[in-house]
Structure formats: structure tokens, C-alpha cells
């Protein structure tokens, strides 16, 4: 494991920023799972470098949400009698609608408030991929969508930003 972390630290600037970007796109992982590993890549250790990832995790995070709101409720719904994606393609469509009934559930507050508080908070199972087909499922606007997806991916990036540099520094304490 350590000879992968090594192997990560080693590629060059653009290729680890790169990888931060790829992976944010990523449904179930997005920027959750990107700013840990950049700061495992060491991409962390300026505040230039810092708040550049913060920013390549954000665009990489969002780019998908257009797309998921206009195109993945039709798709899935084409596939999900198919054979071999069916299975996926059903198990997609009961996670968003399962994080549709939940934001249902909390909209006492605003559909809104209920949709960037279930994107940003970095739980399993939440994030803009599920938010936004869920959004889609509740036919919410396709703007609110986006904006409250925006609103939600900036809140995951603060709060995963920090426990990953709190994690970073706690490392370097006990290891150092």
C-alpha cells in the first residue's frame, strides 16, 4: 500500500490535479473521496495548492449534475428492463427515489434547504449524484437543482477539506 501511496506523490502536478478531477466526477465517491486522496498526493500542502484542489474537486463534482438532472431518470428508466444493466439501472432508480422520499421527508424547511443539506453532507449514499436524480424524480426545477446541488457540493468540500487536513496533520504528528 505504501508503494501506491509513493506511486501517487510521485506523478507530476497536473496529473495528480488530474486525478482529483476524474475522480470528483465519480457517483458514490465525487469530491468525498477526491480531496482525501489529494491530500494523500501531498496536494494539500500549500494554501495555493489547497485551495486549487478545493476548486478542481468542485468543477469536477458539478459537471456531471446538468446531465444527471435532464438525461439519467430517462435512461435508467429505458434500462431498467434490460438485460445485464437492468439490475444497475433498477438499483439507481430506487437509490434516487429513496433520496427523493428523504428530502420529502425534510422539506418541512424548503425542498431547497432539504436537497443541499443531502448533497453536502458527505453520509454514504448522498452527494450530487444521488441528490440531483432525486431532485429530477421530484421534477424540482432545474435551476433550484443546480444551485442547491452547488450550494450542497461546496458544503461537502469545506467539510471533507477540513477533516482531511485535520487527518494530514494528525498524521504527521503521530508519525513524525
Not at 40 to 65: E, S
Not at 72 to 101: H, M, N, Y
Not at 130 to 135: D, R, S
Given at each position: 500500500?505504501?508503494?501506491?501511496?509513493?506511486?501517487?506523490?510521485?506523478?507530476?502536478?497536473?496529473?495528480?490535479?488530474?486525478?482529483?478531477?476524474?475522480?470528483?466526477?465519480?457517483?458514490?465517491?465525487?469530491?468525498?473521496?477526491?480531496?482525501?486522496?489529494?491530500?494523500?498526493?501531498?496536494?494539500?500542502?500549500?494554501?495555493?495548492?489547497?485551495?486549487?484542489?478545493?476548486?478542481?474537486?468542485?468543477?469536477?463534482?458539478?459537471?456531471?449534475?446538468?446531465?444527471?438532472?435532464?438525461?439519467?431518470?430517462?435512461?435508467?428508466?429505458?434500462?431498467?428492463?434490460?438485460?445485464?444493466?437492468?439490475?444497475?439501472?433498477?438499483?439507481?432508480?430506487?437509490?434516487?427515489?429513496?433520496?427523493?422520499?428523504?428530502?420529502?421527508?425534510?422539506?418541512?424547511?424548503?425542498?431547497?434547504?432539504?436537497?443541499?443539506?443531502?448533497?453536502?453532507?458527505?453520509?454514504?449514499?448522498?452527494?450530487?449524484?444521488?441528490?440531483?436524480?432525486?431532485?429530477?424524480?421530484?421534477?424540482?426545477?432545474?435551476?433550484?437543482?443546480?444551485?442547491?446541488?452547488?450550494?450542497?457540493?461546496?458544503?461537502?468540500?469545506?467539510?471533507?477539506?477540513?477533516?482531511?487536513?485535520a487527518g494530514v496533520s494528525a498524521f504527521g504528528v503521530i508519525a513524525g
Amino acid at each position: 500500500m505504501t508503494s501506491f501511496f509513493s506511486t501517487l506523490t510521485g506523478l507530476g502536478l497536473g496529473t495528480r490535479y488530474l486525478i482529483v478531477f476524474i475522480v470528483s466526477m465519480i457517483p458514490l465517491i465525487e469530491l468525498r473521496g477526491a480531496i482525501p486522496i489529494a491530500a494523500v498526493m501531498g496536494l494539500t500542502d500549500t494554501l495555493p495548492h489547497t485551495v486549487m484542489v478545493f476548486i478542481v474537486a468542485i468543477i469536477g463534482n458539478m459537471i456531471p449534475v446538468p446531465f444527471i438532472y435532464l438525461f439519467a431518470r430517462k435512461v435508467l428508466e429505458w434500462g431498467k428492463d434490460k438485460p445485464v444493466i437492468g439490475g444497475f439501472f433498477t438499483f439507481c432508480l430506487e437509490k434516487g427515489e429513496k433520496g427523493g422520499r428523504k428530502l420529502q421527508e425534510k422539506a418541512g424547511r424548503g425542498l431547497f434547504v432539504a436537497l443541499a443539506l443531502f448533497v453536502g453532507i458527505p453520509l454514504p449514499g448522498t452527494g450530487a449524484w444521488t441528490g440531483t436524480l432525486a431532485a429530477s424524480i421530484l421534477d424540482m426545477e432545474f435551476k433550484e437543482t443546480v444551485i442547491a446541488a452547488m450550494v450542497g457540493v461546496l458544503l461537502a468540500g469545506v467539510i471533507m477539506m477540513t477533516l482531511s487536513l485535520a487527518g494530514v496533520s494528525a498524521f504527521g504528528v503521530i508519525a513524525g
